[in-house]
């Protein structure tokens, strides 16, 4: 896998293929990932998004965005449950915000087709984008006003919001965030992580059926990282569909219950955070003072991979059990001083997926 | 027909009715919260300051240069209403007017246009105004409006401003016109009312050029120099003699033809063709910023 085609990010065609394999596991929520292999679904099965969409709050086909020469996406298909908390990885540069950005109607997109809440974007932005927050590439205000200021604009820019309700309800989403008692302070006197909060609070000025959120997290100290996390779990347990962007991976573990995974704008894994995690091959690993006789052995029982480091030797696990190997390994007179199936951590999955050292080369 | 056929009916026509309000409220809304932007910026408001400014200092110096009253030191070379000013302070207006409007009208009207949709960008709440979604078309629409009202505002503070130091400083009373006949000093305030609003829709029309060029830049500034350039290269274009086939066609060409009101009777061609020109320059003008804004990928 570390060596697919995912390896070469010129070729969108091919990352297309192989992000559409590896999504096809999520076959029951999202039923194209399982079609035949095509470049643009949105040509081919031009009924896919209106099949798809009941259980979805995003979902996209094909979705790709050009700038001039550079292809920033490359055809993705998002599959977003409803009531999920979808992670969105990737490095930077990866594609991410375009995604978003598409996805909001801001940037419109080269090809493919895409639903927001079962609605078509960006034609019934409209009717759909008021059931939607917001946190896009950081957040931006009008550094003269109060923080209340700056959402009561935000509010009287909405054509759906009562006007009678917007003292109360922009005082809800300031308590919500903690920011009530900094509500009448100019926003250019605001942290950083007050100024992301109160962007936060811009996406809860009435109730939202989904919440995109580009890096709420970017920049914030630990504390500020875990009110934030806080804050998403709260929104989340409302009903609230989140789908949060980071490349931090810990706030994906944390949080999430689904991820995708970005690689230099294709969709290189879409699941359950599970199923990200069980998709890491298993090893075994073996304390033992025979080293040799022990590699012997586990290559005896066809196990890959088999490499000796001192005291320890390890393998591919394949699908033998390990219990099978251990007695093997007693059996044939391996003094076993420690047996382990260390699997790989969601921080070596993320790395073979997105391609080691992507910000130190890039 | 009974009434109960024609009650669903009328149930339905008082519900398009109460959409149409409520939008129209909304529209209100937003209209507000950019009057209160543009109008509570502090740096928006020293403009305005030094628009009032200039025809206190203007009067300031006729007062006092022209060695008190009656002297008449008005040369030919001067503005027309030069010579008059003190003799009626309300011609300190037109003056003021005349003055403001080759250089310091066009900066104020470009800080504001230029800053419409740029600043916004700049500032990166456009993305979240677009996303709310506030509309790309309601937003474009509320940013001219708030210009025009801007332009508006900034000419009638200028004669306001004008007429009271005029009223200070000079004597005021019955108004003699260009042409030589004289009317009430009421009669002479509505035409310089009509004359600050001609010099406004002067003005908007160049707020329309500023709105289309603030929607193909990230930089407020930049978009603010482009506007001041098309407005100055217009006013030096408009004095080449060579250039007079085209003299008609820029845009800064019929901005002085409200003197056309100072006439009996009123020259009413010159200031036809002066609105017609500011009436296509926005149309065209508004359209091309529309085109652009409303398929531009906001990426900023």
């Known amino acids: 896998m570390t060596d697919g085609p995912a390896a070469r990010p010129g070729t969108g065609q091919d990352e297309i293929s192989f992000g559409r394999a590896v ?12 079609g035949p292999a095509t470049v643009h679904a949105a040509a081919v099965h031009p009924a896919t998004a209106q099949v798809d969409a009941s259980g979805l709050a995003i979902a996209t086909a094909g979705l790709a965005k050009r700038f001039r020469s550079q292809m920033a ?21 990866s594609g991410k915000t375009t995604t978003i950005r598409m996805l909001l109607g801001l940037i419109q997109p080269t090809s493919g087709s895409q639903l927001l809440l079962g609605v078509g974007m960006p034609a019934g932005a409209n009717a759909v984008l008021p059931r939607v927050g917001s946190l896009v590439e950081g957040p931006a205000f009008y550094p003269q006003l109060s923080g209340r200021a700056n959402l009561a604009r935000l509010d009287a820019a909405d054509r759906t919001a009562s006007p009678r309700t917007a003292a109360a309800r922009i005082d809800a989403a300031l308590e919500r965030v903690g920011l009530l008692a900094a509500a009448g302070k100019h926003y250019r006197a605001y942290s950083l992580g007050m100024k992301q909060r109160l962007a936060i609070a811009a996406g809860l000025l009435r109730p939202r059926e989904l919440m995109i959120l580009d890096e709420p997290t970017n920049g914030l100290d630990p504390q500020g990282t875990r009110e934030v996390r806080a804050l998403i779990r709260a929104i989340a347990a409302d009903g609230t569909t989140v789908f949060v962007s980071s490349h931090l991976l810990a706030e994906v573990d944390q949080v999430c219950s689904h991820a995708g995974v970005m690689r230099a704008g294709a969709l290189v894994f879409q699941g359950t955070l599970d199923e990200m995690r069980g998709r890491g091959a298993a090893r075994i690993l073996v304390r033992t003072s025979e080293p040799a006789l022990a590699s012997q052995v586990l290559a005896g029982l066809g196990l890959t991979d088999v490499t000796a480091a001192g005291r320890e030797v390890t393998a591919q696990l394949g699908t033998e059990a390990p219990e099978t190997v251990c007695a093997r390994l007693v059996h044939a007179g391996v003094p076993v001083a420690g047996l382990e199936t260390p699997r790989p951590s969601l921080e070596d999955l993320f790395v073979e997926l997105t391609g080691e050292g992507f910000d130190v080369n890039g | 027909m009974s009434t109960a056929d024609l009650a669903p009916a009328r149930r339905r026509d008082g519900g398009v009715a109460a959409a149409q309000l409520a939008s129209v409220l909304h529209w209100l809304r937003l209209l507000r919260s950019e009057f209160s932007l543009v109008f509570g910026r502090n740096r928006n408001l020293a403009l305005l300051a030094v628009l009032a400014v200039v025809p206190v200092l203007l009067g300031l110096v006729l007062r006092f240069s022209s060695g008190g009253g009656g002297g008449g030191g008005g040369s030919g070379d001067g503005p027309a209403f030069l010579s008059q000013v003190t003799g009626n302070g309300v011609f300190l207006a037109f003056l003021a007017l005349v003055v403001e409007s080759t250089l310091i009208l066009p900066l104020v009207v470009a800080v504001v246009a230029g800053d419409s949709i740029a600043g916004e960008a700049n500032r990166g709440t456009l993305r979240y105004l677009l996303a709310v979604p506030a509309g790309r078309t309601r937003l474009l629409a509320i940013k001219f409006t708030a210009t025009v009202a801007f332009c508006v505002c900034a000419c009638l503070l200028v004669a306001a401003v004008a007429v009271a130091a005029g009223a200070i400083l000079f004597p005021v009373g019955p108004v003699t016109l260009l042409s030589g006949t004289a009317v009430s000093l009421g009669a002479g305030l509505l035409r310089l009312l009509f004359v600050a609003l001609y010099l406004a829709a002067a003005m908007a029309a160049l707020g329309a050029i500023g709105l289309a060029i603030s929607t193909f830049t990230e930089h407020p500034v930049g978009a603010i120099a482009a506007i001041l350039v098309v407005a100055l290269a217009s006013e030096v274009a408009d004095t080449v003699s060579q250039l007079d086939a085209v003299h008609p066609y820029l845009p800064t060409h019929w901005w002085l033809s409200f003197d056309a009101l100072l006439r009996v009777p009123v020259a009413w061609s010159d200031l036809a063709h002066g609105l017609l020109s500011f009436g296509v320059y926005a149309v065209i003008f508004c359209s091309i910023a529309w085109a652009r804004l409303t398929t531009a990928d906001v990426t900023s």
Request: hydrophobic share 40%.
């Open chain 1, 23 to 34: 999504g096809s596991q999520l076959g029951r929520l999202h039923p194209a990932t399982a």
């Open chain 1, 73 to 93: 996406v490359a055809g993705i298909d998002l599959a977003v449950p409803r009531g999920s908390i979808y992670g969105f990885l990737g490095p930077n540069g």
